[in-house]
């Protein structure tokens, strides 16, 4: 017998087995960052957080139709749960994208609707779509009728003059009468024209009231909060209020925090990794990319804050960021790095790496 949503019961029983581990893990979420969340970032950040949601940077739909899969969207299975987030407009195209991306194994796709650079609005995609509520309506609804896994929408609270909370309410009506149950939603207005990227992530005040109010507005709806949240003490303030919180530059920058991640918003009763530990386990990932062809700092970048505001942490991060970094394919930079922050580092390292 086939559902509503186009699928037949035994496929939405598989469907619904097959994503069982997501259920929850919009508790605590890392944002996707454009630059920053690459599958190298992720398997990383999966080595200190077991049960946060992580997503990829952004792809457009176009990206994914015409572009090479397999470099933009293959991802090692231990990364999961894992959201693809997408960019686009035309409801067809993202269908088509939605589809192929839940072919990867996706756990959710998720259309952005917050981004507010000037190349994403030619593109009319990101942030401008607030604008247009009926259309990303029509989005969801295409994307939810082949993909399979839920789609989920990333928005501001509004954008430009049209930032009322009537604007808010009337957008995420609209998109949930398409059958969007999840926003994600940056407590931040986008300012679309005479702004950066850079400055729309600090100059409009944060309205986290906002996005509470919306909350308990829509109570069958799950919205997890998202801007400015600095440290893990914030984002448990906000719980309650809403579903789940999502933490960006703050996990990028310092991330040695998503340790504590699984015991204080999964119930986990295993002790955190340690900073070395997650090196350590990282080691093996890095020799296989390096064994591949790939270089060192493509990984060790995403590294660079894991020993933030620890002894030796600054020559932990100058090792790892020094002249000619970019075109090596060797692990000595990661031998000096670890030896800053340990007397025995080096030889820890070499007994986890043999």
Known sequence: MVTRSGRCRS??????????????????????????????????????????????????????????RQKLLAFSPEERPLALQVGGS?????????????????????????????????????????????L????????????????????????????SEAGLERFVSTVAAAGCSTFVVHARKAWLQGLSPRENRDVPPLDYGRVHRLKAAHPGLTVIING???????????????????????AYERPYLLAEVDRRFFGAAEPPVTRREAIERLVPYIERH???????????????????????????RRHLSGPGLRDSTGLHALEKALAAVSPTGAVSYRRAAA
């Not at 400015?228 to 303030?237: H, M, N, P, T, V």
């Not at 719980?239 to 530059?249: E, I, Q």
């Not at 064994?291 to 804050?305: D, I, K, P």
């Open 11 to 68: 496929d939405t029983r598989k469907f619904q087995m097959k994503n069982s581990h997501l259920t929850g893990a919009f508790r605590f979420s890392v944002a996707p960052m454009m630059d920053w969340t690459d599958r190298h970032c992720r398997f990383f950040h999966r080595l200190l957080t077991r049960h946060a949601l992580l997503y990829t940077e952004m792809i457009t739909a176009e990206a994914i139709i015409h572009g090479d």
């Open 90 to 134: 035309d409801p067809r195209r993202l269908a088509i994208a939605a589809q192929i991306g839940a072919g990867f194994g996706y756990d959710e796709i998720n259309l952005n609707v917050g981004c507010p650079s000037d190349r994403v609005q030619e593109g009319r995609f990101g942030a401008c779509l607030m604008a247009e509520p009926h």
């Open 136 to 163: 990303v309506a029509d989005c969801v609804a295409a994307m939810r009728e082949v993909c399979g896994v839920p789609v989920t929408v990333k928005c501001r609270i509004g954008i430009d003059d049209q930032d």
């Open 228 to 250: 400015g949240i600095r440290s893990l003490d914030e984002a448990e303030g906000h719980l309650g209020r809403v579903d789940g919180v999502m933490l960006g530059r703050a």
């Open 290 to 316: 390096l064994a591949a062809g790939g270089r060192l700092n493509a990984v060790s970048r995403h590294v660079l804050g894991l020993y933030h505001a620890q002894p030796g942490g600054r020559a932990f």
